[in-house]
């Protein structure tokens, strides 16, 4: 029998991580879900329970810098099929840069722009050569062209996100991987509220076939849930 793909979601704990984490179970998929604190993770020691031998939940707060470079050691010798990271915050309620401190845009912008780039660097060696996917959870709300305004230090922080996904993307080219910067649209979940238009199930249900397609594409895109190409 073929082994599973093996898929690693970074901050799988609720909201779109955790039904990203069922989705890829539902395909099919084993999982290896992260979240910052693995003994509160009770939906994802269920699913573990329910699904034997396919779930692990290592524990990695992202906002750790020493944990995060010893994540990718604690792999052991899995290769990874696709890689989201996804953990990521909405930043401080007043959302304005002449209101913020240093220490909130520091914590924003790591939790948002350089975790995620520098996990995805490290794991990198990891990836299933050819066929895997590395995927960031962005938002629209990163694209410069189509920044409408409001919540600016969020889109700063998705903004640098994609850039810095497009650098390590050029980094990497000629090493046969395909990185994509995902919009999940807006999606009823604590970040984005009960009156958001996107349940959660088809929100995952979209990202996963996204990264799906995106197997052997080894290019970056930047596409929603339902797959459609965004502007930068
Ligand atoms: N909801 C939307 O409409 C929307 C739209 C566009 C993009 N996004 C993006 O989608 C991603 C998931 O959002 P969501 O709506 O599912 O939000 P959520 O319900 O607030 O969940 C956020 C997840 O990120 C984890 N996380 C936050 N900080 C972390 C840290 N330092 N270390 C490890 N894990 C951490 C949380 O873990 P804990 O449970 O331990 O707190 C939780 O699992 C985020 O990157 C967000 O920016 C969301």
Not at 165 to 187: D, K, Q, Y
Request: aromatic share 4%; proline share 5%; net charge neutral.
């Amino acid at each position: 029998m073929a082994a599973h793909r093996l898929a690693l979601i970074v901050g799988a704990n609720r909201g779109i991580g955790l039904a990203v984490t069922k989705e890829f179970l539902a395909r099919g998929w084993d999982v290896i879900a992260s979240a910052r604190d693995p003994e509160r993770a009770t939906e994802l020691h269920r699913l573990a329970t329910s699904h034997p031998g396919r779930v692990s939940v290592p524990r990695l707060d992202v906002n750790d810098p020493a944990a995060l470079d010893r994540f990718a050691d604690t792999m052991g010798d899995h290769v990874l099929d696709a890689v989201l990271l996804n953990a990521g915050v909405s930043g401080p309620g007043h959302r304005s840069a002449s209101a913020v401190t240093e220490a909130e845009i520091g914590a924003l912008m790591f939790t948002n722009a350089i975790a995620p780039i520098r996990l995805a660097r490290a794991l990198m060696p990891r990836v299933r050569p050819d066929s895997g996917v590395v995927a960031f959870t962005s938002s629209v709300m990163g694209s410069v062209s189509a920044n409408a305004g409001g919540h600016e230090l969020y889109r700063a922080s998705k903004a640098a996100l994609n850039s810095l996904a497009r650098g390590l993307w050029t980094e990497m080219r000629g090493r046969n991987l395909t990185l994509v910067s995902l919009h999940p649209g807006w999606v009823a979940t604590d970040m984005g509220g009960s009156s958001a238009p996107v349940p959660v199930n088809d929100s995952a249900a979209g990202l996963v076939h996204a990264i799906e397609q995106q197997s052997g594409a080894q290019e970056h895109r930047f596409l929603d849930y339902t797959g459609k190409e965004l502007p930068w």
